[in-house]
T-cell receptor, first 114, second 112 residues
């Protein structure tokens, strides 16, 4: 039972490069989200999706793009990496609405932009 | 503004002592979550509190929810070193698209 799988676990990018962080879940959860975690800041919501074909912005969406073509996958794209995007990124999935009991998190991607 | 205030942000305590972490949230919600994070690891779900007055206990940890005061507490009883971690609370917004809003976390260190 894989749960939420994120790849890669670690990544170093140069300023201006683009990349995609992958997130996949096998629990048939409709709700998926991306957070970034910075020291002393807790987790801040970047983008989220309530189902295939539907995405919306969170608290800190600038510089990131998402799409949701399937229930299972929710990739996060960095369009032109900046040092301010150095962070740990977590993907989470859950059932929405009355079914929400808890969000399951992936293992995280540690991204460094130099 | 959607906001969660946890206090304290840092807590150093001795084994065997009791303490409470407080979590205040900014808007109406009847769903409150507590997570634990060990250094370099992901978040692990501890408690899900779904209604006013809800109380849940697991080992030395007990969580409660007062939706009228928009307050949740995480009480630690007779702390042990293994409880050292960062604890996050989060509430689920209501109406429209639901979002999970996190506090900044409380870093707990339990000393022998």
């Amino acid at each position: 039972n894989a749960g939420v799988t994120q790849t890669p676990k670690f990544q170093v990018l140069k300023t201006g490069q683009s990349m995609t962080l992958q997130c996949a879940q096998d629990m048939n959860h409709e709700y998926m989200s991306w957070y970034r975690q910075d020291p002393g800041m807790g987790l801040r919501l970047i983008h989220y999706s309530v189902g295939a074909g539907i995405t919306d912005q969170g608290e800190v969406p600038n510089g990131y793009n998402v799409s949701r073509s399937t229930t299972e996958d929710f990739p996060l794209r960095l369009l032109s990496a900046a040092p301010s995007q150095t962070s740990v990124y977590f993907c989470a999935s859950s059932l929405p609405g009355q079914g929400v009991t808890e969000a399951f998190f992936g293992q995280g991607t540690r991204l460094t932009v130099v | 503004e959607l906001k969660v205030e946890q206090n304290p942000l840092f807590l150093s305590m001795q084994e065997g002592k009791n303490y409470t972490i407080y979590c205040n949230y900014s808007t109406t919600s009847d769903r409150l979550y507590w997570y634990r994070q060990d250094p370099g690891k992901s978040l692990e779900s501890l408690f899900v509190l779904l209604s006013n007055g809800a109380v849940k206990q697991e080992g030395r940890l007990m969580a409660s929810l007062d939706t009228k005061a928009r307050l949740s507490t995480l009480h630690i009883t007779a702390a042990v070193h293994d409880l050292s971690a960062t604890y996050f609370c989060a509430f689920l917004t209501q109406g429209g698209s639901e979002k999970l809003v996190f506090g900044k976390g409380t870093k707990l260190t339990v000393n022998p």
